[in-house]
């Protein structure tokens, strides 16, 4: 049975947004659930609607959207 969108979209959430604090790489809590949610919502509107390959990818562009930030401070 299918999770309707809003419940899948915050259990997505919840799971990248858990991970990311336990290993201690969630920085700015307002940039990253700007981050992971506009991930999420980005793969929804594609089709995608498992939930653990929507946490996957929003936590993998989270990575890379810190990674981005921390090369443009440094340059």
Known sequence: MD???????ESSM???WDYLER???LGDPD???RVLMDSIEGLVR???????MLSNKAIDAYKRYRAD???ALVS
């Open 46 to 52: 594609k089709g995608e609607r498992r939930k653990l």
């Open 23 to 25: 290993t201690g790489e």
């Open 31 to 33: 940039i990253a659930s």
């Open 69 to 71: 930030h921390a090369l």
């Open 3 to 9: 999770e309707p969108l809003p419940i899948l979209m």
């Open 14 to 16: 919840m799971i990248a």
